[in-house]
């Protein structure tokens, strides 16, 4: 049986830059995953989280992230490979940081296999759209979850979905498959 993936994407879509998670999560949702993919829009949901992280084998969280870099500086990496430091310097922008989260699971002794793609804010003031330099890197976001779900599914002996590159326009609306998790 193949990995039950959860796609998660975090984020405030009243604070600019910050819903880019959410963003990415709808595009994912879009391209219509597999049967062992769920995407959810985490939004604010803090300690709620931890449920969506309890139903997979593997959670590749979307987020905006303080990464102490310049804005639309993307960033993946494996929560359980990173240096401490560098997850507690990578606080995700809502009540309870992303950190927070990780530590909570292993600490609950949650086994879920944890990878976090983030990409450095510009602004996170009161705002419904992204900045250019997040913006500009939604594409590429969409482009990274897309291959490790596909990765996944070439190693599991399954047939992906077309993936961005195969058909997928963003000129339409976007269909919103998938789950909303507001906390």
Same mark, same amino acid.
């Given at each position: 049986m193949a990995d039950r993936i959860v796609v998660l994407g975090v984020g405030n879509e009243l604070r600019s830059d910050d819903a880019v998670g959410v963003i990415v999560a709808r595009r994912i949702a879009d391209l219509s995953p597999m049967e062992n993919v769920t995407v959810v829009e985490g939004h604010t949901g803090g300690l709620n989280l931890l449920f969506d992280l309890e139903e997979a084998d593997w959670a590749i969280i979307v987020d905006a992230l303080d990464l102490g870099t310049q804005p639309g500086t993307v960033a993946v990496f494996e929560a359980d490979e990173a240096d401490v430091r560098v997850v507690e310097r990578a606080a995700s922008l809502h009540?309870?940081? *992303? $950190?927070?989260?990780?530590? *909570? $699971?292993?600490?609950?002794? *949650?086994?879920t296999r944890v990878t976090i793609v983030g990409v450095q804010p510009d602004s996170t003031l009161p705002g419904d759209r992204l900045s250019d330099a997040v913006a500009n890197r939604v594409d590429e976001l969409v482009d990274i979850v897309w291959r490790l779900i596909t990765q996944t599914a070439a190693q599991a002996g399954q047939s992906p979905a077309p993936g961005p590159e195969e058909g997928y326009s963003d000129g339409a609306e976007h269909s919103g498959k998938g789950r909303h998790n507001d906390g």
């Open positions: 009540h309870v940081s *992303l $950190a927070d989260v990780l530590e *909570l $699971a292993r600490l609950s002794g *949650l086994t």
